[in-house]
């Protein structure tokens, strides 16, 4: 019997609200959401400082579409939302950092006027949960106990993951010590392997990859980034990563942590089990690099070459 294939959208992003609705509509993304229901949405900031101003497109998640998807879930009659997030932090005592992104971010405002709550993770509690294959990782609580789930990362390539998406982005809702564990030198259970964890015992939802600014050798601001105007949604998170790493001009095979995931659910590495409605991969599809160059001895990328030739001198 075959099996019904995963809905994908991807939309143009043309007008605020229209073109995030477009997208939820066409792969029926909040199909099983239900009014009343307990929603998180996760945002990608990959991180934050209050001292230093950084371009934030093509980095951290845009913030109309959060506010587009807060309007979309206010529609359909849902009052608890909470928006959360875990960014990388320098101290990680430090408080202040956290809460100064979410009032520059405008989620301050979605809380006064709309009632959502904003939370940093890392005040917030956490629960070990067994993942199988003898991995164990700490996840917040909101994320973990919410009924729906809306992933909105940032549509972009990672120097260490290839791309960075759906699944990926999870890895904001795990405290210090589960990071620490992603990290591992362990050749087996390496990055790769935990990341491809990340989603499996967490709730349903739509994934919505935010291609608004695309950034090429992301996921900070140190990369290339660009004007796409592309959003890709869907109700299922590794079908919308196929398509987004599709964008970017990879093969899943090329993506060691999402052929895991896929392979462990019994998926293919191609696109035979998607239907893509609304733009083809074909015409947005770009060929971005994750990777930056190094220098001949394999040492330093070549910018960071540059920078230590230039101090050496001074």
Known sequence: ML???????????????????????LCNGLENLRPKSKV??????VFWTRKIAFPKWGVITTSRVVHDMVLLLKERGVDDIT?????????????????HSHETLGYNVLNKRYGVKVVDVFTRPFEKVDLGDGVELNFNTDILHS????NVPVLKTHTQCVVSLGVKNLKGTI????????????????????VSKLSDKLPGGFTLLDGIYTNERGPSFDGKIRR???????????????VGANILGYDLSEVPYLARVATERGR??????????????????????????????????VPMTLLFALTVRD
């Not at 998180?40 to 900031?45: D, G, L, Y």
């Not at 405290?175 to 935990?194: E, G, Q, T, Y």
């Not at 959003?231 to 079908?239: F, M, P």
């Not at 609304?278 to 330093?300: C, H, P, R, W």
Request: aromatic share 8%.
């Open 3 to 25: 099996m019904e294939k995963k809905k994908v959208s991807i939309v143009r992003y043309e007008k605020p609200l229209e073109s995030v609705r477009r997208a939820a509509d």
């Open 83 to 99: 928006i959360g997030e875990g960014s990388v932090l320098y101290d990680p005592k430090d408080r202040e950092t956290a809460a």
């Open 40 to 45: 998180f949405i996760k945002p990608n900031i």
């Open 268 to 301: 293919p590495l191609d696109l035979s089990d998607v239907e893509v409605i609304g733009e083809s991969i074909q015409d947005v599809g770009m060929k971005l690099q994750y990777s930056f160059a190094y220098n001949e001895e394999g040492t330093l990328p």
């Open 228 to 242: 796409s105007n592309i959003l890709v949604g869907s109700a299922d998170t590794l079908s919308a990563d196929k």
């Open 147 to 150: 009924d729906f789930v809306v």
């Open 175 to 194: 405290d210090v010590n589960s990071r620490k564990k992603c990290h591992s030198a362990d050749p087996d259970k390496n990055l790769p392997f935990w």
